[in-house]
């Protein structure tokens, strides 16, 4: 309320002050054309000189060209105008107006000057007047506008040839001071820039300016200011934003074509609290917008601390997460099971150097291989595991699904077992939306593990329990990491569909949630965790591009390639089975889906099967729609060949 009062008064002021030049102008323009019509002398002397009998006609007329030029101008609605949008239209409107004025005037002076026995002034003189007048006008309201562009032309030429940076800085407070500062002092990454304005939405604080550099009201005129000053760079300097405030400040910086850079949120911040010697890009996780995820600790704390943990797949950018996350739960010991070795040995460096009282151990293998499973689980003997490996790419897989199979699905059955089999108290394993009416043989492999921690659930003393949730930003194989690539090296921007939308987290934001999952419930369940709404791919990659300072379609363009076999337009997150059995947690963002009832025999048979085929002829896809109904294969793509 404070704002809008503050608002109101600005408003007034500004109002007031055209009238007052309004007056000014028409009385300087009489001046004006007097003087230059009738010559003589100002009385009490001065440069433009004329008789008495005009110096009377003048002082006659002033009282009503006075009151009457800016009552017209009301009438017109100029007191109301942006003169920033005025158009063709508007300079018609003040041609009336001028002629009103001075048609008023010249009535007045047949009807009431004349009258009086006053000198008769000829119409050329009103018409020299109206001219004068008619500029004044037109400046007041567009002259700073334009000499202000002149200034900036310059300013601009003489700094671009040192290759300097135009910088807008959203935020007058101690963040927004220190970036100036910074600038000014040419600290480390503040080089090359010359701070132009700051936008701040405090009204207080407008046509202030820190440092010479002058502070200007509403982040809702960042795309217009961003144009008129011919920005290059947005530095938004306020770390105490909240995600509301946040949004709106990146949906108006989006809205330009300027490189994005931000200082971080005070939880950010080095600790010795330096601003100026921290900034950092808007990165595109940045863009979703989402609360912290908060996590019950002692929930977690209860099934992890003191605990054997067991992460599959712990090398890779989601096991890796995890592993991070449950390092801060003091477990008595931490193994990361992955195939792949170099991301595995530089975790283990990273967490030991961080968490010396952790015990950590780094076993290269593959879930493959049950015997590897069996003496690793025997030899540990895990109290909790979580199961993040998987073949995940979902075009590779389709032309290698018993590959697929043999990971996803087998690979799963021999960690499960042997949690059961080696008394694991917990074992939750990431699933994905693709799960979900599967259209890819990657989705389909994935419905049958969630079958399998289902169906282990019924017979094992295991709490066996699945986390489903959708891309991860940031993940290895993740649109981002492909899409920066290809801005880097020149475009074009290639995605799939126009149209195509994702689910989307941050890797932290899941690896919590998979975490906080672990410790809920019955076992059996699968818990769907809240993804928000979902995200257009082509607007990820519009923001990437615009967050690299570069135009969308000018500098980079964008192609549309087409859907890739096995690829939806978009995703779900539960099956219609589930819909009506959805229930609520203590945690906003986590659902559970009630287990779908599965014919233990026909399953188990199913998958006796489906094994069987991954090693002869025989039709895997088909046994595996058996066992999955609803797996719909047919965007198979025209020239994709199953290779084994």
Not at 146 to 155: A, D, G, N, V
Not at 582 to 592: E, N, R
């Amino acid at each position: 309320m404070e704002s809008e009062g503050l608002s109101k008064l600005e408003k007034l002021k500004t109002v007031g002050l055209y009238i007052a030049l309004d007056i000014i102008f028409i009385n300087l323009s009489l001046l004006s054309a007097l003087g230059l019509w009738y010559g003589g002398s100002i009385p009490g002397g001065g440069y433009i000189t004329f008789n008495a009998s005009v110096w009377q006609w003048y002082l006659f007329a002033l009282p009503f060209v006075s009151l009457f030029t800016p009552l017209c101008y009301a009438l017109f609605g100029f007191y109301s105008k942006i003169w920033k949008y005025a158009d063709i239209e508007e300079l018609i409107k003040i041609f009336i107006s001028q002629v009103v004025i001075f048609v008023g005037l010249f009535l007045f002076d047949r009807f009431f000057i004349v009258p009086v026995g006053l000198i008769d002034l000829p119409k050329r003189m009103l018409a020299l007047a109206f001219v004068f007048n008619m500029i004044l006008f037109v400046f007041s309201r567009s002259g700073y506008r334009f000499l202000k562009r002149m200034y900036i032309h310059i300013e601009n030429r003489l700094f671009k040839k040192a290759g300097a940076k135009r910088v807008m800085i959203i935020g007058a407070g101690y963040g927004g001071y220190n970036v100036v500062r910074s600038i000014m002092q040419y600290a480390k990454g503040y080089e090359n820039r010359i701070a132009v304005l700051i936008v701040d939405d405090d009204i207080t604080k407008s046509n202030t300016t820190i440092h010479g550099v002058r502070v200007t009201y509403n982040v809702d005129n960042v795309p217009r200011l961003a144009e008129e000053y011919e920005i290059d760079e947005i530095i938004i300097a306020i770390p105490s934003a909240d995600n509301t405030e946040l949004r709106r400040i990146m949906d108006n910086c989006t809205k330009t074509n300027c490189a994005l850079k931000m200082i971080p949120p005070i939880s950010d911040v080095p600790e010795n609290g330096s601003f100026q010697r921290v900034l950092q890009d808007v990165k595109i996780t940045d863009l979703l917008f989402r609360d912290e995820v908060e996590i019950n600790v002692a929930d977690v704390s209860g099934y992890l601390k003191g605990k054997t943990v067991l992460v599959t797949g712990g090398g890779g950018s989601i096991g890796s997460e995890l592993c991070r996350q449950i390092s801060k739960f003091s477990p008595q010991k931490l193994i990361i099971f992955d195939i792949y070795e170099n991301n595995a040995y530089e975790l283990m460096n990273e967490l030991k150097n961080k968490y010396e009282a952790m015990e950590i151990e780094v076993i290269i293998g593959s879930v493959c291989d049950k015997a590897m499973v069996d003496r690793l689980f025997e030899r540990y003997k895990p109290n909790v595991v979580f199961h993040a490996a998987a073949h995940k790419h979902v075009p590779l897989m389709q032309t290698v699904p018993k590959e697929a199979v043999k990971n996803n699905v087998f690979g799963t059955l021999n960690i499960v077992n042997a949690a059961d089999k080696f008394g694991a108290e917990r074992f939750v394993l990431l699933s994905t939306d693709k799960a979900v009416n599967p259209t890819n043989v990657m989705g389909a492999t994935k419905r049958i593990t969630e079958m399998i921690i289902q169906s282990a659930a019924e017979k094992s003393s295991t709490k066996f329990m699945a986390v489903r949730f959708g891309n991860v930003l940031g993940s290895n194989g993740s649109v981002i990491p492909l899409f920066k690539k290809q801005i880097e090296e020149g475009g074009p921007v290639r995605v799939t569909h126009k149209d195509i939308t994702r689910f989307f987290m941050t890797i932290p934001e899941a690896s919590r949630l998979v975490l906080q999952a672990g410790g809920m419930g019955r076992s059996g369940r699968i818990f769907v965790l809240n993804m928000g709404e979902p995200v257009k791919i082509n607007d990820l990659a519009l923001n990437l591009i615009k967050l690299s300072g570069l135009k969308p379609f000018e500098d980079i363009d964008i192609v549309y390639t087409g859907l890739r076999p096995g690829e939806k337009l978009y995703e779900e997150l539960i099956m219609d089975e589930e819909k009506d059995s959805m229930q609520a947690t203590y945690h906003k963002k986590i659902f559970i889906a009630k287990p779908i009832k599965i014919n233990d025999k026909s399953f188990e048979e199913g998958l006796e099967r489906l094994k069987a085929s991954c090693y002869n002829d025989s039709d895997t896809i088909a046994i595996i729609k058996e066992l999955v109904p609803n797996f719909d294969n047919r965007n198979n793509g025209e020239n994709t060949e199953v290779l084994y």
